[in-house]
Each structure stands twice: as structure tokens, then as C-alpha cells.
């Protein structure tokens, strides 16, 4: 499976293939101790039928064959871990910054609707000169959320 196609997966969907990774070592693992069985049985028939150097060869290759299978699997469970970890990794950088950008605008709109309210609380009062006068007062006060800007 390519880098492009292992990105396109969801999180369920990297922990499905998890799964039948570990299904498959498990799997494995059996076909292992059904080969160690056989091996048994093999040295039981090379001790019987003839030398060491026979008895070596066969299994040599027995185990050379079930560490090549395991060695390989092992491989394969490593980089598709190693892949959705970071596929993990990029979709948390993702959000992340999804989530930075949606509270800025959250903010600035409603900064720009705090601004708009102001100027219509504000505008029907600059008529009446002592309307105006409180509102220099309000406006002058240090600290204080309902300041009204002009």
C-alpha cells in the first residue's frame, strides 16, 4: 500500500488494518509451532536415518525459512505502524490548526458585532448633549468591557 493510499485511510480504518496485522502474527505464530512440531519430528527421523551432517542441513533450512517469514512479517507490522503513526501525527497538525483558524474568526466576528452593537446603542444618544456627556465619562473609564469607542 503507497504512502498516497495509507494517507487517504481513517483512524478506524488504520486500526482495522492494526488488527489484522496482529491477526495475522497471531496466525503466524501457530504456522511457527506447527513447523517446530514438524521440525521434532524431522530430527526424530534424521536421527534415525543418518549423521549429524544431514540432520543439520534439513534444519538449517526449516528455520532459516520460518526466521526469513518472521523477519519479513515483522517488517511489514514496523512500517505500517511507523506509517499511521505518522498519518496520526499530520491529521493532529491538521486539526490543530483548523481549530486556531476557526477560533480567530470566531473572535474577530464577534468583535465586529460587539463594534456594530456599540454604534447602535450609541448613535440615537449624540443628539441629546447630556447623553453625550455620560458617554465621555463611560468612555474615558479605564478598564471597563462596555467601553464605547467612537
Do not use: H
Amino acid at each position: 500500500m503507497t504512502d498516497r493510499e495509507l494517507k487517504r485511510l481513517s483512524r478506524p480504518q488504520l486500526l482495522e488494518m492494526l488488527l489484522m496485522q496482529a491477526k495475522e502474527v497471531s496466525r503466524l505464530r501457530e504456522e511457527l509451532e506447527q513447523a517446530q512440531t514438524q521440525l521434532e519430528c524431522r530430527r526424530i527421523q534424521i536421527e534415525e536415518a543418518g549423521s549429524i551432517a544431514e540432520a543439520s542441513l534439513k534444519l538449517n533450512n526449516v528455520f532459516d525459512t520460518a526466521q526469513a517469514a518472521a523477519d519479513q512479517y515483522l517488517q511489514n507490522i514496523r512500517q505500517t505502524l511507523e506509517e499511521t503513526q505518522k498519518r496520526c501525527r499530520q491529521m493532529e497538525e491538521d486539526t490543530r490548526r483548523r481549530c486556531e483558524e476557526m477560533q480567530r474568526t470566531a473572535e474577530s466576528e464577534a468583535a465586529a458585532c460587539w463594534d456594530a452593537i456599540r454604534e447602535k446603542i450609541r448613535d440615537p444618544f449624540l443628539d441629546n448633549e447630556s447623553w453625550q456627556e455620560m458617554l465621555k465619562i463611560l468612555e474615558d473609564k479605564p478598564g471597563d468591557p462596555g467601553k464605547v469607542r467612537q
